[in-house]
Each structure stands twice: as structure tokens, then as C-alpha cells.
């Protein structure tokens, strides 16, 4: 019981945190190079593997959607398919878990580091906001990135269909990518839009958060560390529930139904 207190406790404290977060994001000072080393390091610096991930993931959902599909005869819906699948849930969550565990535990380390080193208390000796200075920027920078990034990853998966389709499913690409196009609504592409820019802040809170509060010396930042990407990874799976049953009804009342 005490466990759960702590923990309900500790959820609470998070919440709070990345509430103060979205306040200070639109408030000043702004500090713009703190937030494009950020883009650089956290982002850029996550293109190889969000590539290479997604080309991999992309074929081997086609494998699998090529395959159910042979059972019906219907593989010229492959490219719907592949749309919907990876603009949709796929791309976003692929992305948003590679770069969490890589990105949030660099994050996490970081700033306990800073706490540990008591840098964090000369920023603001100095009269400065470590919120403001430390963590707004690195929300901002996941918060652009990461949508940007799940848009190479899905560039690359449904690129890595075309093969399967081609030789698996005995598809010709205009058949494929016809199909492609055909899903790449205006509603998929919100959906596909919305989740990644949302995971980007819940990364930079939860590792911001995590790092903050480092304790222990070198054996809390490995606590720190390893808690950032786990609890990074299953808020990335929450919130992905989440706006896709959320996200749906929205747009339904927008767009209507159908895909």
C-alpha cells in the first residue's frame, strides 16, 4: 500500500512538472541556442537508427500483410495497408521508443550529472531558471524532432513495401503505391502528425524529470538512466492507446468516419 502511495504520489509529481513545463515553454527568456544543440544532439543524432529501424520494420510488416492478404486474393490492398499501419501506429511508436531509449537516458545522465555537480544550483545563483534553461529547450527541440523523425521512419517503411509487394506479393508499384496514396488522408496524416509531437514531450519531461531529481552519486545516475527509458517506454505505449481511441472520436466529429 505504501508502494502504491509512493507511486501515485511520484505520477502526480510528474504531472505537475510537465504542466510548469508547457507554462515556461511560452513564456521568456527563450534560449534558442540551447535549443538547437538539442535538436542537433538528440535529434539529428537519431536519423541512422530511426532509418535503419524503420526500413526493417516496414519490410517485415509488409511480409506479414502480404501474406494475410494472399488469403482472400485481395493483395492489391498491400499499399492501403502499409498506409494506414505505418503512418498511423507503427511509425510513431517505433520512433518514439527508439529515440526514448536512446535519447532519454542521455537526458536523464545529463542533468543528474548537473544535480551531482551542483551545477544545477549555480544556474541559479546566477539568477537563472533551471527549468527555463535546462529542460524547456530539450521538450522544444524532442517536440519538433521526433515528428520529424517519424516521418523519415515512414518514408522508409512503406519505401521497404514496395520490394515485398513487388516480389512476395507480385504486385506492379503502381498498384502498390496507388494504393499508398489512397490512405494518406488528411485524417491519417494528424494522427501520424499528432502522436510523435506529443511522445516528444513526454520524453523530454519524464527523462527532464527523472534527471532532476537524481540522488546517490554514480549509482543514481544508472537509477536515473535506466528509470527514464522505462518509464519513457511505457507511457510511449500509454499514450499511444490513448490518442488513438481519443483521437479517433475527435476527428470523426471533424472529418467523419471512414479512414
Known amino acids: 500500500m505504501a508502494g502504491l502511495k509512493r507511486g501515485l504520489f511520484e505520477l502526480q509529481e510528474l504531472f505537475f512538472f510537465g504542466g510548469r513545463v508547457v507554462r515556461q515553454a511560452f513564456r521568456r527568456p527563450f534560449y534558442h541556442r540551447e535549443a538547437l544543440h538539442a535538436m542537433d544532439h538528440l535529434g539529428v543524432g537519431s536519423v541512422g537508427v530511426v532509418l535503419l529501424a524503420g526500413v526493417f520494420a516496414g519490410e517485415a510488416l509488409a511480409i506479414q500483410i502480404v501474406r494475410q492478404l494472399e488469403t482472400f486474393g485481395a493483395e492489391a490492398l498491400t499499399g492501403r495497408a502499409m498506409a494506414l499501419g505505418v ?19 542521455s537526458i536523464a545522465a545529463e542533468l543528474g550529472g548537473m544535480v551531482l555537480g551542483k551545477q544545477v544550483v549555480a544556474i541559479q545563483v546566477y539568477g537563472e531558471d533551471p527549468l527555463q534553461k535546462l529542460v524547456v529547450p530539450r521538450v522544444i527541440a524532442l517536440a519538433l524532432m521526433v515528428p520529424l523523425l517519424t516521418l523519415l521512419a515512414d518514408a522508409v517503411s512503406i519505401l521497404g513495401g514496395d520490394p515485398i509487394a513487388r516480389f512476395i506479393g507480385q504486385l506492379s508499384p503502381a498498384v502498390y503505391w496507388t494504393g499508398v496514396k489512397a490512405n494518406l488522408t488528411l485524417k491519417t496524416l494528424v494522427i501520424g502528425t499528432l502522436k510523435p509531437m506529443v511522445f516528444g514531450v513526454t520524453i523530454g519531461v519524464i527523462a527532464c524529470y527523472v534527471g532532476l531529481r537524481t540522488t546517490g552519486g554514480t549509482m543514481g545516475i544508472g537509477l536515473a538512466t535506466r528509470k527514464a527509458v522505462v518509464w519513457n517506454s511505457i507511457a510511449i505505449l500509454t499514450v499511444n492507446l490513448l490518442i488513438t481511441q481519443l483521437g479517433f472520436r475527435f476527428l470523426e466529429s471533424i472529418f467523419g468516419r471512414g479512414d
Open 87 to 105: 503512418v498511423r501506429d507503427l511509425g510513431p511508436v517505433l520512433t518514439g521508443l527508439i529515440v526514448s531509449g536512446r535519447v532519454a537516458s
